[in-house]
């Protein structure tokens, strides 16, 4: 799987969009790109992922730029409660073997 | 509820010891994935298995094995336990590759 690369830690204020970047410029062809998100010391939970198209759901917005080597998620109303770090990954969606690294991810803090 | 169980939630053991981790995927899942997280560190790949047969291995120490059974649930088998294994560990499933789901983990406590 390929190699993500997020920045260690954000503010956002809390009622406004949160930005989060993710570079990943060695992803395949094959490779979605995923986000998952760690409150304190919780299971992590998943957000959205996507291909190559951007992608919404009641969590997030997912933008892909067009040669896939970066991505953006959104929060679009930041509360408190989005206080979390998030975690970006790029994966397959066959069955071999995945050592899926979720690296040391961004630790958003929404401030009110 | 994530629909992926893990038991226990919480474990103090000693040093030297042995214990077992157990994973029940969510439904329908056939991968079962474990990860280790340390205090304050991100989530550390260990082993994946498909369907029974092992897939993926991390940096997995030699002390740690795990396997998946018929049923598709998963046991994490940690042995000579030292302090520094101490750590939440974290069990994911997934239907064959795609998304993962986690479950909520087993805090270990090695004193």
């Known amino acids: 799987d390929a190699k993500t690369t997020q920045p260690t830690s954000m503010d956002c204020a809390e009622g406004r969009a949160a930005n989060l970047p993710c570079n990943h410029s060695?992803?395949?062809?094959?490779?979605?790109v995923y986000w998952y998100r760690q409150i304190h010391s919780q299971g992590p939970q998943y957000i959205i992922h996507g291909l190559k198209n951007n992608e919404t759901n009641e969590m997030a917005s997912l933008i892909i730029t067009e040669d896939r080597k970066s991505s953006t998620l959104i929060l679009p109303h930041a509360t408190l409660r989005d206080t979390a770090v998030y975690y970006c990954?790029?994966?397959?969606?066959?069955?071999?073997?995945?050592?899926?690294?979720f690296g040391a991810g961004t630790r958003l803090f929404v401030k009110a | 509820d994530s629909g992926v169980t893990q038991t226990p939630k919480h474990l103090i053991t000693a040093t030297g010891q042995r214990v077992t981790l157990r994973c029940s995927p969510r439904?329908?899942?056939?991968?079962v994935y474990w990860y280790q997280q340390s205090l304050d560190q991100g989530l550390q790949f260990l082993i994946q298995?498909?369907?029974?047969?092992?897939?993926a291995k991390g940096n997995i120490l030699e002390r740690f094995s795990a396997q998946q059974f018929p049923d598709l649930h998963s046991e994490l088998n940690l042995s000579s336990l030292e302090l520094g294994d101490s750590a939440l560990y974290f069990c994911a499933s997934s239907l064959a590759g795609g998304g993962y789901t986690f479950g909520s983990g087993t805090r270990l406590t090695v004193v």
């Open positions: 439904s329908g899942d056939l991968s």
């Open positions: 298995y498909y369907n029974g047969e092992e897939r």
């Open positions: 990954i790029v994966r397959g969606g066959n069955t071999g073997g995945f050592k899926t690294i």
């Open positions: 060695t992803i395949s062809g094959n490779e979605y």
